[in-house]
């Protein structure tokens, strides 16, 4: 059952992302970088970027690992994985909120350290005890989700590359996820 609701929030969650592209509204910063890279360029030396300057999925799973851990989470790695096609597009990160100490406050402390480390927090919303912030970071939309207050206790990271490459990738993942759903 909690993995059946873990799916559906994430499915949620993937949507919600693939759709909160740079089209106005509350965004900040503009469009994303309109260079011809792709996306799923390899990292070249330590530093976590690709060549042209922008994020890599490695850099941002480190991150999120580095941030979520050091707050007192663990991965529950029965989270829903990333769809092949949106690998190097796309990063999921549950936190097993069973077993963390005090998982709001490993939320906020998770969501603190990101945006130290430049994830420029750009929307928040709450309703019956569940938080979600939208943050950003070069062409990277990041949902951090917190739904930890009530019987069911979920604490989401999923982030995605919201460039243009990635854009075909991310629909095709979402058009063969609502083929599998109807």
Not at 93 to 112: C, G, M
Not at 124 to 146: D, E, F, R, T
Request: hydrophobic share 35%; aromatic share 4%.
């Amino acid at each position: 059952m909690r993995k059946a609701m873990v799916a559906a929030a994430a499915a949620g969650v993937v949507l919600l992302v693939a759709g909160c592209g740079s089209e106005g509204g509350a965004d900040k910063g503009g469009s994303a970088s309109g260079g011809s890279s792709s996306a799923g360029s390899s990292t070249t030396g330590g530093s976590g970027g690709s060549s042209d300057g922008r994020l890599t999925v490695a850099a941002v799973t480190k991150e999120l690992t580095d941030a979520a851990t050091g707050a007192g989470f663990t991965q529950d790695s029965s989270g829903d994985p990333v769809p092949a096609e949106a690998k190097e597009c796309m990063v999921s990160w549950t936190a097993d909120a069973e077993k963390a100490k005090d998982p709001a406050k490993s939320y906020t402390d998770t969501v603190a350290t990101l945006t130290k480390g430049g994830w420029n927090e750009e929307r928040s919303s709450g309703q019956g005890g569940s938080v979600i912030k939208s943050l950003k970071k070069s062409s990277w939309q990041l949902q951090a989700s917190n739904h930890s207050a009530g019987p069911l206790k979920l604490v989401m990271f999923v982030a995605v590359d919201s460039g243009p490459d990635c854009a075909a990738a991310l629909a095709e993942a979402n058009a063969k996820a609502g083929a599998k759903t109807s």
